[in-house]
């Protein structure tokens, strides 16, 4: 299977599983009398539009490089990135907002079986992080990471309704906003979630310098290509699934054009050949003479 499918597979899963929760916990809360519950509700609708922009941004990244996009289209994957931290911070400042408003309205206790709906929600959505960020790792995707990252901010706020049912049920009359302030905690750490998911993918857009461990890693095979005898400058940008390489190779002064454009083209498949993660690489060759002179 192909990182695409990959994380196509993995969106599918958000966008199913999101779904159902979301009517689960809207049903649950309006029912069940939580606002906590509700605003879970709020935020897996949210989760559910945000999961098909990434599908959309993982389909449009993964179009092949064309006339007018010689690198591709992997930048999409960082923009869409940028659209599903806007929901996120839609919905919290929603969630918040509306949870001051319950905090100075009156209004009954919660029911006391809106906590087994919250336990299992709370699991089920753990084990969606879990799931979803080992792919986005896998597949090397800052929009498939974000999702993840959906999943695991509702499984919390999932949790601080919880807990503000269980003091409101607990403690009783008086303490009915429990289940509001949670909420309104809610809001807060999903503001702050945000902005966990938005600084990789700014990082992204800006080709911030922050693949040492595969620039090591590109090294160590171009290494092992015959008539390489070092390397020098190496950069990367990493657009949607893949990371676009730069490498100057130095090679023997004796040699001949021909030679180190062959070596080149060597270097250059077998760098794809060993880490299929690499988009466009780019081979500059550098005679070690010049290196000596410098030296």
């Known amino acids: 299977m192909t990182n695409e499918q990959t994380a196509v597979r993995t969106t599918y ?35 559910i539009l945000s999961s098909i ?27 869409v990135t940028f659209i599903v931290v806007g929901f996120l911070i839609v919905s919290a400042t929603i969630i918040g907002y509306e949870s001051i408003q319950n905090i100075n309205t009156p209004h009954e206790l919660p029911k006391s079986w809106t906590l087994f709906v919250l336990g299992a929600i709370i699991i089920w959505k753990e084990i969606s992080y879990q799931i979803v960020i080992k792919k986005s790792k896998k597949v090397n995707s800052s929009s498939l990471k974000a999702d993840a990252w959906h999943h695991r901010s509702d499984a919390i706020t999932s949790v601080t309704a919880f807990i503000g049912i269980s003091i409101a049920l607990i403690f009783g009359k008086g303490y009915e906003t429990a289940d509001d302030w949670a909420a309104l905690f809610a809001s807060l750490f999903i503001l702050y979630n945000s902005y966990l998911i938005f600084r990789p993918a700014l990082g992204e857009i800006m080709d911030e310098n922050v693949y040492d461990d595969l620039i090591q890693e590109i090294r160590e095979v171009a290494q092992t290509v015959n008539g390489v005898v070092d390397t020098e400058k190496c950069f990367i940008r990493k657009a949607g699934l893949k990371y676009h390489v730069d490498l100057h190779a130095t090679v023997q002064s004796e040699i001949s054009v021909k030679q180190g454009h062959d070596i080149a083209h060597q270097l250059k498949n077998t760098l794809r050949s060993k880490l299929p993660q690499l988009g466009h690489v780019l081979i500059h060759i550098e005679p070690d003479d010049l290196i000596r002179i410098i030296d």
């Open 53 to 79: 922009l990434v599908l959309f941004g993982i389909k449009y990244a993964n179009r092949p490089a064309d006339k007018n996009h010689p690198y591709g289209h992997g930048r999409a994957e960082p923009l």
């Open 13 to 47: 899963f958000s966008i199913i599983g999101n779904t159902v929760l979301a009517s689960l916990k809207g049903l649950a809360g309006f029912f069940g009398n939580s606002y906590a519950l509700i605003a879970d509700a709020i935020e897996s609708t949210a989760d």
